[in-house]
C-alpha cells in the first residue's frame, strides 16, 4: 500500500479504534470471551500489527493479493471470539481507508482497488491465523468437526 495511505490511516487511529470499538458492541457475543469488553484489550496490538504488514518500508511480508484466499476465517464450532473481533475490525479499518481515499482526490482507481484488496488480505490473513490458534486448544473443536462430516455424509 502507498505511504501515503498507511501514513493517513495511521492518523485516524483514535477514530478507527472508536468505530472497532462500537462495532464490537454491536455484534453478538456468544462467549463470555467474546464479549466486547474482554476484545477491547486487544485493538491497540492488531492495530499495530495491521499497520505493520501495510507499511511499503516494513520488513514484514504478507502474502500478496494474488496469493490470498480471500476468505475469512472459519471456526468449526462458532464459538471463536475472534470471528467477530476481525469481522468489527475489517468494517472500521475499510470505512477509514474509504474516507481516507476520498480525501485523495487525485488518487488512481487501480491504486484504490488495490489498497482495498491489500487491507483486506492483511486483515484476514491475520485473523486466519489468530482464528485457527485459538482454536486449536478449543474443547469444542473436535465435537463440532465430527458433527460437520455427520452432516456432510447425510
Given at each position: 500500500?502507498?505511504?501515503?495511505?498507511?501514513?493517513a490511516?495511521?492518523?485516524r487511529?483514535?477514530q478507527?479504534?472508536?468505530?472497532?470499538?462500537?462495532?464490537?458492541h454491536?455484534?453478538?457475543?456468544?462467549?463470555?470471551?467474546?464479549?466486547?469488553?474482554?476484545?477491547?484489550?486487544?485493538?491497540?496490538?492488531?492495530?499495530?500489527?495491521?499497520?505493520?504488514?501495510?507499511?511499503?518500508?516494513?520488513?514484514?511480508?504478507?502474502p500478496?493479493?494474488?496469493?490470498?484466499?480471500?476468505?475469512?476465517?472459519?471456526c468449526?464450532?462458532?464459538?471463536?471470539?475472534?470471528?467477530y473481533?476481525?469481522?468489527?475490525?475489517?468494517?472500521?479499518?475499510?470505512?477509514?481507508?474509504?474516507?481516507?481515499?476520498?480525501?485523495?482526490p487525485?488518487?488512481?482507481?487501480?491504486?484504490?482497488?488495490?489498497a482495498?484488496?491489500?487491507?483486506?488480505?492483511?486483515?484476514?490473513?491475520?485473523?486466519?491465523?489468530?482464528?485457527?490458534?485459538?482454536?486449536?486448544?478449543?474443547?469444542?473443536?473436535?465435537?463440532?468437526?465430527?458433527?460437520?462430516?455427520?452432516?456432510?455424509?447425510?
Open positions: 500500500m502507498q505511504g501515503e495511505l498507511v501514513q490511516l495511521l492518523n487511529r483514535t478507527i479504534c472508536a468505530r472497532w470499538t462500537a462495532l464490537l454491536i455484534e453478538r457475543a456468544n462467549t463470555a470471551l467474546a464479549h466486547p469488553d474482554m476484545l477491547i484489550h486487544l485493538l491497540d496490538w492488531t492495530f499495530d500489527l495491521i499497520i505493520q504488514a501495510l507499511d511499503p518500508t516494513s520488513n514484514r511480508k504478507t500478496s493479493a494474488a496469493q490470498a484466499s480471500g476468505a475469512r476465517a472459519d468449526p464450532c462458532g464459538r471463536n471470539p475472534y470471528l473481533f476481525f469481522i468489527a475490525g475489517e468494517q472500521a479499518w475499510l470505512e477509514a481507508l474509504v474516507f481516507t481515499q476520498v480525501a485523495i487525485k488518487l488512481e482507481a487501480v491504486l484504490r482497488d488495490q482495498v484488496a491489500e487491507l483486506l488480505n492483511v486483515i484476514r490473513t491475520l485473523a486466519r491465523t489468530e482464528v485457527e490458534a485459538f482454536c486449536s486448544v478449543c474443547q469444542y473443536r473436535d465435537a463440532a468437526l465430527s458433527a460437520a462430516k455427520i452432516t456432510a455424509l447425510a
